[in-house]
């Protein structure tokens, strides 16, 4: 089921009443059914949400996203026992094996790469030699072809003097809320297939409570990517605003392509995550990444 993406800019309050969503600002009150809610963005210091709203939103499984004083996704409210065999998952994920870890992050620099390809030919309508770089990928990245990937990737995305920044200029502004979106609807994902978050496969900074979602989401980043792109052909605007951030927010509906069936990005995460899940179980070898592109 497609669950939908609220992002709430102004002064409300969120309360329920009847197992159902309830959302009043100062010119309407909306209700909703809260198994329809897949996020919930906030972005206004004003929003006052009730304890009995934050926990049927996380009953079931929704996201609940917090943004900053810059508007940028800042906190993530997620649910913690949304597996049931969770404790067993725990257990094979803390005690999997390093070739087990570097083969995992192998196959995601693969698709990062073989991905990024893809859509700098679709922009630049010129081939490029990604193909070649992804091939060179080893167990655990090992040789950086991520690093040497991106190098030539960034400077020929945009224009050549731009720098990929967690804090740059525009529209690295656009990127970073794209991706924290992206990051969030991973944490889910994963979340909801009875994984640790926190314990990643190759990010392992000890400050970082998603660093399994940051291992995940890679492969996925061009989707943000391309559409940062199709923002900066149609709008002229430099700062996020509202509308900005909802054509931003549409890339969680955005269709990706399995082997035998087709989905919506959200969807397809929890068919990534799930895989992965069975990769830590032995019960498969390879995690389920889809194409990007048909």
């Known amino acids: ?44 210091a004003e929003i006052y949400i009730s304890i009995p709203a934050l926990n049927l939103l996380i009953e079931h499984n929704a996201a609940v996203i917090i943004c900053n004083a810059h508007h940028l996704p800042n906190g993530l409210f997620m649910n913690l026992n949304s597996h049931h065999i969770q404790q067993e998952i725990f257990k094979h994920q803390i005690n999997a094996s390093e070739p087990l870890k570097k083969q995992l992050w ?28 992804s091939r060179k990928v080893l167990s655990g990245d090992t040789s950086n072809m991520e690093g040497v990937a991106a190098n ?10 731009f720098k990929r920044e967690r804090f740059g200029d525009y529209p690295n502004n656009f990127l970073n809320y794209g ?3 992206l990051r969030a609807a991973t944490a889910r994902a994963l979340s909801g297939s009875g994984l640790l978050n926190t314990l ?31 923002i900066m052909q149609n709008y002229s605007e430099q700062e996020l605003n509202t509308k900005i951030k909802s054509e931003l927010l549409q890339v969680l509906t955005k269709t990706v392509y399995f082997k035998e069936e087709k989905s919506p990005l959200m ?27 048909n």
Request: glycine share 4%.
């Open 1 to 44: 089921m497609l669950k939908r993406t609220l992002l709430l800019e102004n002064k409300a309050s969120v309360t329920t009443k009847n197992q159902q969503l309830v959302i009043k600002t100062e010119v309407k009150e909306s209700t909703i059914p809260v198994e329809d809610i897949g996020y919930l963005v906030l972005d206004n």
């Open 106 to 133: 192998q196959q995601t620099i693969v698709e990062k790469i073989t991905n990024q390809g893809i859509l700098l030919e679709k922009i630049t309508g010129k081939k490029n030699n990604f193909d070649f770089l």
């Open 152 to 161: 030539f990737y960034w400077k020929t995305f945009f224009e050549q003097n």
């Open 179 to 181: 991706y924290a979106i």
């Open 200 to 230: 990643g496969i190759h990010h392992k900074s000890k400050y970082n409570a998603f660093a399994l979602a940051d291992d995940i989401m890679e492969p996925f980043r061009p989707m943000v990517d391309e559409k940062v792109f199709e």
């Open 267 to 293: 969807v397809g995460l929890q068919k990534t995550a799930s895989s992965l899940q069975q990769c830590y179980l032995g019960e498969r070898k390879k995690i389920n990444y889809p194409k990007l592109w």
